[in-house]
């Protein structure tokens, strides 16, 4: 259940793998293209502290919808560094796999269905507004960023579960 959040942050970097592997160099995972894509700070700092890194890291593939740091900023104050807190690693990662589907999913896939289950077991609701995909409450910003263990949505709120 632990496999979503990570993946989030791979986020914006994941275009410019796509560029690089082009070049003759390897693309990179999700979580390592999160972290150069510089947007996810907060993510990949949350994903870290639920000990989700390696779990991102791993074979997948991962579909990730990846808040922006500005979508954790707009969350209410002291939300953020009361989930990063020891004692918070269970929500926190129930929060971060929420983000998550097990599979590859591209955003014309995405457009086509009306739910996905998540890692962390609920159901996110996907619809199609004005040509925008919405997942849950959030707008898909940027879409279709591939890594070497799946894909990477940019959102632009942070998804909670029931």
């Known amino acids: 259940m632990t496999h979503l959040m990570a993946a989030g942050v791979a986020g914006l970097f994941i275009a410019g793998c796509a560029q690089a592997e082009h070049h003759g160099m390897k693309q990179k995972d999700i979580v390592d293209t999160a972290i150069e894509a510089g947007q996810f700070e907060t993510l990949v700092a949350a994903v870290q502290a639920a000990d989700l890194a390696d779990t ?95 894909v990477i949505h940019v959102i632009d709120s942070v998804l909670m579960p029931q």
Do not use: C, R, W
């Open 56 to 150: 991102l890291k791993g074979e997948g593939p991962f579909t990730v919808f990846a808040p922006t740091d500005e979508a954790f900023a707009a969350l209410p104050e002291g939300t953020v560094e009361e989930l990063l807190k020891p004692e918070n690693k269970e929500t926190l990662q129930d929060v971060l796999t929420y983000h998550v589907v097990s599979g590859e999913i591209m955003a014309a896939d995405a457009m086509a269905a009306d739910s996905a289950t998540t890692v962390q077991g609920q159901d996110i609701t996907i619809t199609t507004m004005d040509g925008s995909v919405m997942i849950d409450g959030a707008t898909v910003i940027s879409a279709d960023i591939e890594a070497s263990n799946g």
